[in-house]
């Protein structure tokens, strides 16, 4: 339980602090290649644990952006603890509320699947392992420019270099995600239509 408290402190820690580094950058694409280049300095169960939070991070950046703001004591849904606290729940209420796609959906699936095999195994799997493959190559066949991307004039590039393309794909389109999402006006009429009737 302390390990686990400790890794959820250190991923939160770490994954708000690449999604700082992406908002404040002027410029996203060298941005992405810092942090890219950061994560080739982890373990393969690093980089997959560190990646989903702070996909984590970015999604709970967007629901928030779309939800109507409520004060930070009155939090009923993205606290800690709350229903939308988990990544899991995030990936489906973002697909729910139509800030992803569902093919970006499952691919998340797909990835947090990878993270809690990390996360729960104490083996040294590695993204070699044939669990790992299959599900890199599903994510792979489902993202075709992806694989494209990751070859860059390699016939076989790894199976690390195909996630961390991915990964970065879905960093950039999450952060893109975010900067257009527009917030709820909660002083919109058509909202509290209900309060114009009584």
Known sequence: MIVQTIKTNCNTVFSESIYAQLMDSTNFTEELIRIRN???KESDRALIILACSA???????????????????????????????????????AYRIGVISENLKRDLNILRDMRNIYAHNLDDTTLEDKEMVDRINTIMINCPKVEHNSKNGNRNPSNRRRIEIFIGTVLVSLNNTLKQIEKINNTSK??????EIK
Request: glycine letters at 2%; proline letters at 2%; hydrophobic letters at 40%.
């Open 38 to 40: 950061s994560f080739k």
């Open 55 to 93: 996909i984590d991070v970015l999604l709970k950046r967007i629901i928030e952006k779309k939800f109507i703001a409520v004060s930070h004591k009155k939090e009923k849904l993205l606290g800690k603890t709350q229903p939308l606290s988990s990544f899991h729940s995030k990936i489906e209420i």
């Open 190 to 195: 058509e909202l509290f239509l209900y309060d």
